[in-house]
C-alpha cells in the first residue's frame, strides 16, 4: 500500500471564522507489507521520545510532549488493513 497524505488544509478553511490560523500539517500514513506495520505521522517534528503504549503500540513524542507518530505492529489484525478508505472532506 503506498503513503496516503492528507492535503495541507488552512484552517479558516475549514470554519470561515478564524482569521489568520496556522495550517495544517500533512498527515502521513505508511503501511508497511514485510513487516506488517502501521505508521501514522501526525506532524513532521524531531522525535524526542517514544512510549511504548502496549507490546505492539509506540507513541512518538517531541521535546514539548506533543505526538508526533503512532506505529501499529500486526497491523493487518488490529486495523483491519486491507480495508482502510481514505475520504477528503470539501471545506
Do not use: W
Not at 514539548?64 to 497491523?75: K, R
Amino acid at each position: 500500500m503506498p503513503c496516503v497524505r492528507a492535503p495541507t488544509v488552512p484552517l479558516s478553511a475549514m470554519n470561515g471564522s478564524c482569521g489568520p490560523c496556522p495550517v495544517f500539517q500533512a498527515l502521513k500514513i505508511t503501511y508497511f507489507q514485510d513487516t506488517d506495520t502501521l505508521y501514522i505521522e501526525f506532524r513532521s517534528s524531531e522525535i524526542a521520545e517514544t512510549r511504548e503504549l502496549d507490546e505492539n503500540t509506540l507513541l512518538d513524542l517531541d521535546a514539548s510532549g506533543n505526538l508526533c507518530g503512532l506505529t501499529l505492529e500486526h497491523a493487518r489484525e488490529r486495523a483491519d488493513i486491507p480495508h482502510v478508505t481514505f475520504e477528503e472532506v470539501a471545506a
